[in-house]
């Protein structure tokens, strides 16, 4: 099981990034709900949108309510984190997680994505 995160990079504040999430063996793909997670060196990792298997329901952490937006395309075993009028606070590395069917945390990472949003 591999998922491949990437579209992070240095970005002014106000800017835009689009994160991508790849993901490669996973059986049936479409029945994994995923998220995004970001992490700060000394700080703990926090969760920062989730989407349903389906991609019918999303949920975001109130610091990035308004300005991410989470979706997924399941034909192309994607997920994505669209992230506009980025902060200074919005850096981290940013990496994609999903869970299996049942579960009640996420088993499954992928590797970070760095975001630097300058001031």
């Known amino acids: 099981v591999q998922l491949q995160a990437s579209g992070g990079g240095l970005v002014q504040a106000g800017g835009s990034l689009r994160l991508s999430c790849a993901a490669s063996?996973?059986?049936?793909?479409?029945?994994?709900?995923m998220a995004w997670f970001r992490q700060v060196p000394g700080k703990q990792r926090e969760v920062v949108a989730t989407?349903?298997?389906?991609?019918?329901?999303?949920s975001y952490a109130d610091p990035v309510k308004g300005r991410f937006t989470i979706s997924r395309s399941n034909p192309r075993r994607l997920v994505y984190l669209q992230m506009n009028s980025l902060e200074p606070e919005d850096t981290a590395s940013y990496y994609c997680a999903a869970k299996s069917h049942g579960r009640d945390s996420y088993d499954y990472w992928g590797q970070g994505t760095l975001v630097t949003v300058s001031s």
């Open positions: 063996g996973l059986t049936s793909f479409s029945t994994f709900p």
């Open positions: 989407i349903s298997s389906g991609g019918s329901r999303t």
